[in-house]
């Protein structure tokens, strides 16, 4: 029963391998500003898996809708299908590549999920790194590991979202 509902969590609230847990960490200020301002607005992504250690977790392949916004120098990733949202945090822009980290918690789940892509125009190709680690609610040691990369693709639909100055 425990693993039927896992799996059923992981198929709500994966998008192609991404949990989606809204987090109010906030964004270290000043990375934003070197965001290029084509990353926000939406976008169609797909995904495929191209590694993992736990294929039964991470699906194989997928399709999302990305709306990836900024507000008050915090990015904002909300997932258009799932309705979940994130807020990201930005570890490296070097011209028009941005990486950037998002983590969530679900019961004794832990998700960190690292993305990098590189935007030429209205698209958008990259790397998902994912890591999910399930701690014991006895001691807090983690207990299991599991990890997945996808490639992604990116196709920007619309907008761009409202710069504050």
Same mark, same amino acid.
């Given at each position: ?89 930005? !570890? @490296?822009?070097?011209?028009? +590549? /941005? $990486?950037? *980290?998002?983590? &969530? %918690?679900?019961? !004794? @789940?832990?998700?960190?999920? +690292? /993305? $990098?892509? *590189?935007?030429? &125009? %209205? ?43």
């Amino acid at each position: 029963m425990i693993k039927f509902c896992l799996r059923i969590f992981l198929i709500l609230f994966i998008a192609f391998g991404l949990i989606n847990i809204t987090s109010a960490e906030p964004l270290l200020k000043g990375s934003v500003a070197a965001v290029p301002s084509t990353m926000y607005g939406l976008w169609r992504v797909v995904s495929k898996r191209i590694d993992t250690d736990s294929p039964i977790t991470f699906k194989e392949k997928g399709l999302d809708l990305w709306n990836l916004s900024v507000e008050n120098d915090v990015i904002n990733l909300s997932n258009t299908f799932s309705g979940a949202s994130a807020t990201v945090e930005v !570890n @490296k822009v070097e011209g028009n +590549t /941005v $990486t950037f *980290t998002k983590s &969530g %918690k679900n019961g !004794n @789940k832990y998700l960190t999920d +690292t /993305v $990098t892509i *590189t935007i030429t &125009g %209205k698209s958008f190709e990259g790397l998902d790194e994912l890591k999910l680690d399930t701690v014991s609610e006895i001691n807090g040691n983690i207990m299991k590991t599991e990890t997945a990369k996808y490639s992604l693709k990116g196709e920007k639909i619309a907008g761009e979202s409202i710069l504050n100055e």
